[in-house]
Structure formats: structure tokens, C-alpha cells
């Protein structure tokens, strides 16, 4: 017994020294140190006030939110999807603005023979779009979608170059040349590719609010890697969507900054360059300069359900410093009466903690999404939206 117990002990004293050694920046304190004690507090001037500061310094501000011009269309309904499990949408999004027009080609799969309308998953999708392929003739774990509806969830999924293809090319393809102003210079805080993919999934959103077999206010957003920068990012700034899941997304995702470990800010930002805004770039080797940290990007979805996923053989997402930002996120859904994430220890791998209102596990095996991953968290949506059914 007390072999086990010494070094449980002597790796929770290190986890909680490693997280106090941090100074990471206080939810709970507005820049000008007034202390917020309530969730009305928190609503009406820190949570306005972090989110402003991760626009300002990181992700960059979005010249638009619904566009005037932005319209669905159904271009089919199959009933019969699935072997007659699902009925498949395939929805067009166009938008338009200034400089020029786009679409989001979402595909749907909304479960039959549940009552109507259906909780969902919606991924963004940042691998090749075959992964997302709506005829099933090419199935990708990345996108399980029988399982999906098998559990009795919509799956939903949409490519991120419908948006802005992954590219450093100045910022004139995508969105960014459909809205942006070409009269002024880019500014410091114009958003930057992983914001205009968030939009795109805001505008995925204003679809599902019309379609009366999906349940709007049930859905969740996911992410892989960089797709999971987007979901966190799309997650604090559209309070629509109910759950937000982040699967491996590391450095400006998930993990803390301030702990240095795997990615840095300075290597995203090279590597990157067009992922978050040019303000960003003067945080290079400045971590503890930069205003908040991560843990403040995933209170943002307080009260709301969140997922982090880490998996151990991916150092480079740092899963310690992604369950230390949901650890440190804790002390605002406290503010709403909720748990969090009910745990300050890291847990065993592939032992998901998904009791609270933020729910974290690390797998066993390298980065990727796979279908346990996403097993997960449908069984964290299970507790939380199915309860009365349990
Ligand atoms: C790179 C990048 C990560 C990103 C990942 C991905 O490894 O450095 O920040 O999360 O690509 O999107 O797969």
C-alpha cells in the first residue's frame, strides 16, 4: 500500500508545484485587480474582458460575425443513408461580402427512428477531405460517423479550406479577401486563419438554428490539432454552441503557455504564420508577457461542457500543460456552482475524467482522432445531456 502511495503523492505535490510555479494570470482578477466573486460578475466584466484580450493579442477580430448575405441550400436529402439509420443532408452555405463569395459544403447525418430534433457533433475538419467523405465509400476513424449515429447523435462535418485554405499567402484567399478592407493596412489585431475557420463554424450554427431536426441547442463543436485551436476559439466566442471538444490541440489551444513545454509560441508563430494575428508575433519567447493563458481560453466555455483530449505519445500538444489549463479553469465554473473538472490529478491514461462540467483524458498512442477518442466524447455528452435518462 505504501508503495503505491508515496509516489501518487510525490506526483501530485510535483503537478501542483508545477502549475503554482506558473504565475499564470488569474480568471478571477480584472486587469484593473478588482476580485470577481459571482458569475454575474464574471459575465458582465471579466469574461467581455479576457475574451477581448485573446482577439486583441492572439486570435485576431473577425471584420463580421453573421453576414448580411449568407443562405442555405439543400442541395439533397437522402432518407435511406446509412443502410436507412440516417437521413444525410448536404447543405451549401454561401456567403458574400465586398470582396467576393464563398461556401461551406456541410454534410449531415441526423440519426432515424429517435424523437426530433437530435443533439450533435460538428468537426472541423483540417485533414484531407476524404476523411469527411459524405458517400461513406471512403470511412476514416477521423470522422466515425456510424458510430456517431449508431449512439444516437447527428454527425455533421465541414472542410476548413471551405473557408481559408492553410496557407501563408498574404491573406487574400478565403474569407479574409471576401471581408476584409483592402483600403487600410492590415491591422496588428485582423484575424488570422484559425479565426476565419471559428466563423465558419458560427456560420454552420446559424444553419442548424433553421433545420428542426437538429437540436441547435444541444450541439457540440470538435477539433483535431489545429482544427482544435479552431473548436476553443469558435467555442468562446459563439456561446451557442452547448460543448466544445479540443483533441490534441497544444500550443494555443489547450495547453499553457507558460509552462514552455513542446510547442512554443515562437515556433507556431514560424511555422504558422497566418494562423493567429500579427499582434501575436511580439509574444515570441515572451510567454509570460502575453495577458492570459490557455486555462482562461477554456474558462471562456464556463458554464457550458468542455472536452480536452490529450494523448501521451504527442509532447509536442504537452498533455500535462492541457490538463493543467482545464485544472486552472476550474475556479470559474466554481463561480456557477459546477465542479469543473472535480480533479487536480492527472489521471491514468486512457481513464477519462467526465463527471464535471469540463471532462479531460489522455489516451494511450500518438496524435490523431480516433474513434475511441470520439467514443469519449459522446460518453461525456451521455452524462450531461442524457441524464434524466439514466
Ligand atoms: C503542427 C503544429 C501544431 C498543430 C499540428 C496539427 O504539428 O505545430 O500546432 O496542432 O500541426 O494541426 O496537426
Redesign the pocket.
Known amino acids: 500500500m505504501k508503495l503505491v502511495l508515496i509516489p501518487t503523492i510525490i506526483f501530485l505535490a510535483m503537478t501542483a508545484h508545477a502549475a503554482d510555479d506558473l504565475s499564470l494570470p488569474d480568471p478571477l482578477k480584472t486587469l484593473a485587480g478588482q476580485k470577481i466573486v459571482s458569475s454575474k460578475e464574471w459575465r458582465s466584466t471579466r469574461r467581455p474582458e479576457i475574451l477581448e484580450l485573446f482577439r486583441a493579442n492572439v486570435y485576431g477580430r473577425a471584420p463580421v460575425g453573421r453576414p448580411a448575405e449568407l443562405t442555405f441550400e439543400l442541395k439533397e436529402t437522402t432518407e435511406t443513408a446509412l443502410s436507412g439509420k440516417a437521413t444525410r443532408k448536404l447543405v451549401d452555405i454561401h456567403f458574400s461580402g465586398p470582396g467576393g463569395k464563398g461556401t461551406i459544403r456541410l454534410a449531415v447525418f441526423i440519426p432515424n427512428n429517435v424523437p426530433k430534433p437530435v443533439p450533435g457533433l460538428l468537426l472541423i475538419c483540417?485533414r484531407d477531405r476524404t476523411n469527411i467523405d459524405p458517400s461513406r465509400k471512403t470511412k476514416s476513424p477521423f470522422w466515425p460517423v456510424e458510430r456517431i449515429v449508431e449512439r444516437g447523435y447527428v454527425a455533421a462535418a465541414f472542410h476548413n479550406s471551405d473557408l481559408d485554405p492553410d496557407m501563408n499567402d498574404g491573406f487574400k484567399d478565403g474569407v479574409h479577401g471576401i471581408y476584409d478592407s483592402v483600403d487600410a493596412p492590415r491591422s496588428p489585431d485582423a484575424w488570422g486563419t484559425i479565426a476565419a475557420w471559428a466563423w465558419g463554424a458560427s456560420r454552420v450554427m446559424d444553419y442548424f438554428e433553421t433545420d428542426r431536426d437538429i437540436d441547435a441547442t444541444r450541439m457540440g463543436v470538435v477539433g483535431h490539432?489545429?482544427g482544435g485551436?479552431t473548436s476553443l476559439w469558435c467555442g468562446a466566442v459563439d456561446e451557442r454552441f452547448a460543448l466544445v471538444v479540443s483533441n490534441e490541440?497544444?500550443?494555443t489551444?489547450a495547453a499553457l503557455a507558460r509552462r514552455k513545454k513542446g510547442?512554443s509560441i515562437k515556433a507556431?508563430n514560424r511555422?504558422?504564420p497566418h494562423w493567429f494575428c500579427a499582434k501575436y508575433k511580439q509574444y515570441n519567447d515572451k510567454e509570460n508577457e502575453l495577458p492570459v493563458d490557455q486555462h482562461e481560453l477554456i474558462a471562456l466555455m464556463a458554464p457550458r461542457l468542455v472536452y480536452v483530449a490529450s494523448a501521451a505519445g504527442d509532447g509536442?500538444?504537452d498533455p500535462e500543460g492541457e490538463f493543467l489549463a482545464c485544472v486552472h479553469a476550474a475556479s470559474v465554473y466554481r463561480l456557477f456552482g459546477l465542479p469543473g473538472l472535480g480533479s487536480t490529478s492527472f489521471p491514468p491514461l486512457d481513464h477519462p475524467l467526465n463527471s464535471g462540467h469540463i471532462g479531460y483524458h489522455v489516451r494511450s498512442g500518438k496524435h490523431n482522432l480516433l474513434e475511441s477518442d470520439w467514443n469519449c466524447f459522446m460518453d461525456f455528452a451521455d452524462k450531461h445531456w442524457k441524464k434524466s435518462q439514466q
Open positions: 483540417n490539432s489545429r485551436k490541440s497544444g500550443c489551444g510547442e507556431i511555422g504558422f509536442w500538444a
